[in-house]
């Protein structure tokens, strides 16, 4: 039996090239590459993770989705379980934006012009990784927001131009989400939180003024 995905999973599948090889690092039970495997679309499905556990979970996914032989498996940290232009489309969903950066920074291969997709779902600090992305020459091909067991997600795909872009706090804190029918609400969820982040920012300075203008469209009761 297929195992169902849940709208962040299901959004980052849409989001991965066809007709090229996939990995799904830090696959945990083994649900998007049993999707994956089974969608006939990919030549090569590459589910990876730290841990043995969590493997041999994700074994056990696979032979339940009836597609055990259409995926591998492999053990090892991040991407060292990948070698350069294996794969079209990389996964990295449910760690922290920081941890996303620093499995990316450990393998110089990705930074490369025409290189993998890069599909990234962060559990948190959603505004830093869009600015570690921009910064460091990656444009964003996909920025969409989603609702998962009443949390509100961004995943996101982006692929490296070499291109660096500084970024407002504005951007770094909405992306391209605007461009989705749910947009509004994921907007509505991160301003939520900039009164308290306000208090820490001096008065007078750009970002403070920044966050001002943000905080001029949010009902009185929420300041």
């Keep these: 039996m297929l195992p169902t995905l849940d709208a962040r999973l299901a959004a980052a599948a849409e989001l991965v090239r066809p007709g090229e090889p996939v990995a799904d690092i830090g696959c945990d039970h083994g649900k998007l590459t049993a999707v994956l495997a089974a969608s006939g679309r990919y030549p090569k499905v590459i589910g990876a993770d730290l841990r043995p556990g969590p493997l041999a979970k994700a074994e056990q996914t696979l032979e339940h989705a009836g597609c055990k032989d259409r995926a591998e498996l492999r053990l090892g940290d991040g991407l060292s379980v990948l070698t350069e232009n294996e794969v079209g489309s990389i996964v990295l969903a449910g760690v922290s934006a920081q941890t996303t950066w620093e499995i990316l920074e450990k393998a110089p291969w990705v930074f490369t012009v025409r290189g993998p997709r890069i599909i990234m779902i962060p559990a948190t600090r959603h505004d830093a ?46 992306g391209g989400t605007g461009s989705w029918p749910e947009g509004a609400g994921y907007a509505a969820w991160q301003k939520a939180k900039l009164p308290r982040f306000r208090l820490g920012v001096p008065d007078g300075t750009e970002l403070a003024e920044e966050i001002d203008k943000l905080l001029d469209g949010l009902p009185s009761q929420t300041r």
Excluded: I
Excluded at 146 to 162: L, P
């Design 129 to 174: 990784l869009r600015r570690w992305l921009w910064e460091h020459g990656f444009a964003l091909v996909a920025d969409r927001p989603v609702q998962a067991a009443g949390r509100w997600y961004a995943v996101m795909a982006a692929a490296y131009t070499g291109e660096r872009h500084e970024p407002t706090f504005s951007e770094c804190l909405l």
